[in-house]
């Protein structure tokens, strides 16, 4: 079954830069990546998509690219606000076989300074 | 539109007890998936439903947890017995496609001491 790996390090910026993101799956080429963002104390929120024969994505301020080469996923949040601190989970399906079932990394801890 | 409905949104109970937690998709959502989050485990999946059908029931930890669906806007997970280690925070999420995004409710926090 499917692996993936995210920097459990968090990860600490400036208000306005870019923040990037990585997600890294072991495996098979997954078909698509989803990227989640969770607050503490709440449920993860959806925020995109990306499947393997796109090569980028953008929503808002929000980038996604996926390199089947390196195995890997990156977010981009560009001109950074404190708002958008939370935890970034990236997940796609666990089984080449399945594309309900999704299994989700342990997240990246992102933390935007004012 | 309401998202994910879940009840209650915090249970503590002692071990032995039976645990119900509930869960209302978001109405059109035909894919209903319970979670169980902890910081050891991450997030993982116990169980999905398609259709009020379950489909793969693998990641339910052993038999004391049983989830049920008997309707397009109703599910049940519960665990009789309970123990300390099922101490987490339980999602339910919802979707309409797939791959489409999961949209997941607020969890249900559940101590069992």
């Known amino acids: 079954s499917q692996k993936i790996e995210q920097n459990s390090e968090a990860l600490n910026i400036q208000e306005g830069k870019t923040a990037t993101l990585t997600c890294n799956y072991t495996?098979?080429?997954?078909?698509?990546l989803q990227w989640y963002r969770q607050d503490p104390g709440r449920g993860p929120v959806f925020l995109l998509l990306?499947?393997?024969?796109?090569k980028e994505k953008r929503k808002e301020r929000l980038k996604v690219t996926f390199d089947t080469t390196l195995k890997q996923s990156l977010f981009h949040i560009t001109a950074s606000q404190p708002a958008d601190s939370a935890t970034y989970l990236c997940a796609t399906r666990a089984r080449m076989d399945s594309s309900y079932k999704l299994i989700f990394g342990s997240g990246t801890r992102l933390l935007v300074r004012p | 539109d309401a998202g994910v409905i879940q009840s209650p949104r915090h249970e503590v109970t002692e071990m032995g007890q039976e645990v119900t937690l509930r869960c209302k998709p978001i109405?059109?959502?035909?894919?209903l998936f319970w979670y169980r989050q902890t910081m050891m485990r991450g997030l993982e999946l116990l169980i999905y439903?398609?259709?009020?059908?379950?489909?793969?029931d693998s990641g339910m930890p052993e038999d004391r947890f049983s989830a049920k669906m008997p309707n397009a806007s109703f599910s049940t997970l519960k665990i009789q017995p309970s123990e300390p280690r099922d101490s987490a925070v339980y999602f339910c999420?919802?979707?309409?496609?797939?791959?489409?995004?999961?949209?997941f409710g607020p969890g249900t926090r559940l101590t069992v001491t």
């Open positions: 109405s059109g959502h035909n894919s």
């Open positions: 990306i499947r393997e024969n796109e």
């Open positions: 495996n098979y080429s997954p078909a698509y």
């Open positions: 999420a919802s979707s309409l496609e797939h791959p489409g995004g999961q949209y």
């Open positions: 439903f398609n259709n009020n059908v379950p489909i793969d």
